[in-house]
């Protein structure tokens, strides 16, 4: 759920914070005050294009924080942001800011990673499911529609399973199609693989030497030098007169007459031997180190054409050894493919054809699966659009299977043979029509609304927000649009812009957008009510403060707690 929304200039927001529990979550105001603000945040956050025309005059950006709690989302939802390189949850918590200037700057974090808008919008879809005036389309595409019909009857998994299929399938259709070609590209093709694989192989490669070789070319490359250096140190440290382990027993002796004094100077003569046996230490690991140096021209050529070998080799094959040794590996089999290519059509044709039995089969049970689901949803919904006033529509859903001819070259949906459309009948004596042909969007919103309640147990979006669908409707309809969302915030975090006093009464917390001028400047604002407060905004929204508008926006309330 969306737990905190923070909002820094944006339109005539300077600074605003605000909490959300879970429930449904009203909000009211008068017209132009600002109520969808909410909505425009949300949609900055979830990775909509930025207007810059509203960042507040006077301010160089806007910006907008959230922090959702994602403990419903499971695995998948941690998986999507492992994908994209952000954050893990700590504690459950998901944070998202975003922040663009007047200059241009659009800037985007998760978890407080950097990041992309394509990542904010992916990630929104698994967030929020926003529903307005214009946002009805979703239910007009027959693939929503069928993945609708299948979240209702809990089809997701046979419907995955199909889809993996219909991906090998895909493969294995690559695989078949590199194997048929003619004659003269065929052997083209056997030549090519046959020297990459033999070129790969006969180099006997390791994936981590290239760091060795390097490192004993440098050594190589410097050994005369390397014994240049090491002699002359080798001579300051004992075989010049005036080397360290000469002037060493000069100070020795000096400090036997001290010690002769000051028999406390002691341990001065005591570090001096130390010193001494670390300086001819020195001497001897130098010595051997030397010894190991060897000018060897031979060997350094050799290394020299090895390194020259692999860098021609990750030129041709891969940035890495690694990745050449992987190309080669991924040569040598397909080689043994081409070498033995009959063989392996006929494997890929067997197993092409024990796939297809396999998605007929799953096929035929997802379509008699979603043809038994049909009466259940159309009823279901039928029955919640006959609460919102449509007492004698009707809603259904028509289904049609195509299956694939044998020969056919046409592509396999991921979700099976099926397609289907929406219908919907709002008057008693008319066919049901395509939801599509609806023209009124207030009847589209109550089904959108209808299906939404049927499905409020099975949609795993946590945050769905409404923003005035209840427009054209009124008297008992609207009660019933409020008790509607008021049941689907049972399972889920609901908000809903209003203009109904009968919608804003069902809320579990209510809060008003107002607008007000100080120092020349208009600034809007937005509190939760209390229990006085929401009578006065309700009765406000009933036409005035009379005496009658507070009883009924009070009876409003009692009747809406009582539901």
Same mark, same amino acid.
């Given at each position: 759920?969306?737990?905190?929304?923070?909002?820094?200039?944006?339109?005539?927001?300077?600074?605003?914070?605000?909490?959300?529990?879970?429930?449904?979550?009203?909000?009211?105001?008068?017209?132009?005050?600002?109520?969808?603000?909410?909505?425009?945040?949300?949609?900055?956050?979830?990775?909509?294009?930025?207007?810059?025309?509203?960042?507040?005059?006077?301010?160089?950006?806007?910006?907008?924080?959230?922090?959702?709690?994602?403990?419903?989302?499971?695995?998948?939802?941690?998986?999507?942001?492992?994908?994209?390189?952000?954050?893990?949850?700590?504690?459950?918590?998901?944070?998202?800011?975003?922040?663009?200037?007047?200059?241009?700057?659009?800037?985007?974090?998760?978890?407080?990673?950097?990041?992309?808008?394509?990542?904010?919008?992916?990630?929104?879809?698994?967030?929020?499911?926003?529903?307005?005036?214009?946002?009805?389309?979703?239910?007009?595409?027959?693939?929503?529609?069928?993945?609708?019909?299948?979240?209702?009857?809990?089809?997701?998994?046979?419907?995955?399973?199909?889809?993996?299929?219909?991906?090998?399938?895909?493969?294995?259709?690559?695989?078949?199609?590199?194997?048929?070609?003619?004659?003269?590209?065929?052997?083209?093709?056997?030549?090519?693989?046959?020297?990459?694989?033999?070129?790969?192989?006969?180099?006997?490669?390791?994936?981590?030497?290239?760091?060795?070789?390097?490192?004993?070319?440098?050594?190589?490359?410097?050994?005369?030098?390397?014994?240049?250096?090491?002699? *002359? !140190?080798?001579?300051?440290? =004992? #075989? /010049?007169? $005036?080397?360290? %382990?000469? +002037?060493?027993?000069?100070?020795?002796?000096? @400090?036997?007459?001290?010690?002769?004094?000051?028999?406390?100077?002691?341990?001065?003569?005591?570090?001096?031997?130390?010193?001494?046996?670390?300086?001819?230490?020195?001497?001897?690991?130098?010595?051997?180190?030397?010894?190991?140096?060897?000018?060897?021209?031979?060997?350094?050529?050799?290394?020299?054409?090895?390194?020259?070998?692999?860098?021609?080799?990750?030129?041709?094959?891969?940035?890495?050894? *690694? !990745?050449?040794?992987?190309? =080669? #590996? /991924?040569? $040598?089999?397909? %080689?043994? +493919?081409?070498?033995?290519?009959?063989?392996? @059509?006929?494997?890929?044709?067997?197993?092409?054809?024990?796939?297809?039995?396999?998605?007929?089969?799953?096929?035929?049970?997802?379509?008699?699966?979603?043809?038994?689901?049909?009466?259940?949803?159309?009823?279901?919904?039928?029955?919640?659009?006959?609460?919102?006033?449509?007492?004698?529509?009707?809603?259904?859903?028509?289904?049609?299977?195509?299956?694939?001819?044998?020969?056919?070259?046409?592509?396999?949906?991921?979700?099976?043979?099926?397609?289907?459309?929406?219908?919907?009948?709002?008057?008693?004596?008319?066919?049901?029509?395509? @939801?599509?042909?609806?023209?009124?969007?207030?009847?589209?919103?109550?089904?959108?609304?209808?299906?939404?309640?049927?499905?409020?147990?099975?949609?795993?979006?946590?945050?769905?927000?409404?923003?005035?669908?209840?427009?054209?409707?009124?008297?008992?309809?609207?009660?019933?649009?409020?008790?509607?969302?008021?049941?689907?915030?049972?399972?889920?975090?609901?908000?809903?812009?209003?203009?109904?006093?009968?919608?804003?009464?069902?809320?579990?917390?209510?809060?008003?957008?107002?607008?007000?001028?100080?120092?020349?400047?208009?600034?809007?604002?937005?509190?939760?009510?209390?229990?006085?407060?929401?009578?006065?905004?309700?009765?406000?929204?009933?036409?005035?403060?009379?005496?009658?508008?507070?009883?009924?926006?009070?009876?409003?309330?009692?009747?809406?707690?009582?539901?």
């Amino acid at each position: 759920m969306l737990a905190t929304l923070r909002i820094r200039n944006l339109a005539l927001v300077t600074d605003l914070t605000l909490e959300f529990p879970p429930g449904l979550v009203v909000v009211t105001g008068e017209t132009g005050a600002g109520k969808s603000i909410v909505l425009g945040a949300l949609d900055l956050l979830l990775g909509a294009r930025a207007d810059r025309t509203l960042i507040r005059a006077g301010e160089d950006a806007c910006t907008v924080e959230a922090v959702f709690d994602t403990r419903g989302l499971g695995a998948g939802f941690q998986a999507v942001l492992a994908d994209n390189g952000c954050e893990p949850c700590e504690d459950w918590q998901l944070l998202l800011k975003r922040t663009f200037t007047a200059a241009g700057a659009n800037r985007q974090f998760v978890n407080g990673t950097p990041t992309t808008l394509a990542t904010l919008a992916e990630i929104g879809d698994w967030l929020v499911d926003v529903h307005g005036p214009h946002d009805h389309q979703s239910l007009l595409h027959p693939a929503r529609q069928l993945a609708i019909l299948d979240a209702f009857g809990g089809l997701q998994p046979p419907v995955s399973a199909f889809g993996e299929r219909v991906a090998r399938r895909r493969e294995l259709d690559t695989q078949k199609a590199a194997l048929i070609v003619d004659e003269r590209t065929y052997a083209q093709q056997l030549d090519l693989l046959r020297f990459q694989v033999s070129e790969i192989a006969d180099a006997s490669l390791r994936a981590d030497e290239e760091a060795e070789l390097e490192h004993e070319h440098q050594r190589a490359s410097n050994a005369t030098k390397l014994l240049q250096l090491g002699q *002359a !140190a080798l001579n300051l440290l =004992g #075989e /010049d007169e $005036a080397s360290v %382990l000469n +002037q060493a027993g000069a100070v020795g002796r000096l @400090l036997q007459e001290i010690q002769r004094v000051d028999p406390d100077a002691q341990p001065l003569a005591t570090a001096h031997e130390q010193t001494v046996a670390a300086i001819r230490d020195l001497q001897s690991d130098l010595t051997r180190y030397l010894d190991r140096v060897e000018v060897d021209p031979e060997r350094l050529q050799g290394l020299e054409e090895r390194l020259n070998l692999i860098q021609s080799l990750k030129r041709k094959y891969g940035a890495t050894l *690694a !990745a050449v040794i992987e190309f =080669g #590996e /991924d040569a $040598a089999r397909r %080689l043994r +493919q081409l070498e033995s290519r009959d063989a392996e @059509l006929q494997r890929l044709n067997e197993e092409l054809a024990a796939l297809d039995r396999q998605l007929a089969t799953a096929g035929r049970k997802l379509t008699t699966a979603r043809r038994e689901l049909i009466p259940k949803l159309a009823k279901a919904v039928t029955k919640q659009l006959g609460d919102l006033g449509f007492r004698q529509s009707h809603f259904d859903v028509a289904l049609t299977t195509a299956l694939p001819a044998d020969d056919s070259a046409a592509p396999i949906p991921a979700t099976g043979f099926d397609t289907v459309e929406f219908q919907f009948a709002p008057n008693p004596g008319e066919p049901a029509r395509p @939801l599509r042909a609806i023209a009124s969007s207030g009847e589209m919103a109550r089904v959108m609304l209808a299906l939404k309640t049927v499905l409020a147990a099975v949609d795993e979006i946590p945050v769905l927000v409404f923003d005035e669908v209840d427009a054209n409707v009124g008297g008992e309809t609207a009660h019933a649009v409020g008790d509607k969302m008021r049941q689907i915030a049972r399972r889920r975090q609901v908000f809903c812009v209003t203009h109904l006093p009968q919608v804003a009464a069902a809320a579990d917390v209510h809060f008003c957008v107002t607008k007000e001028v100080r120092a020349g400047r208009t600034a809007t604002h937005m509190q939760r009510l209390g229990d006085g407060d929401r009578v006065t905004e309700l009765a406000r929204m009933l036409g005035g403060q009379s005496d009658a508008a507070r009883r009924h926006a009070q009876a409003l309330l009692t009747t809406a707690a009582a539901r």
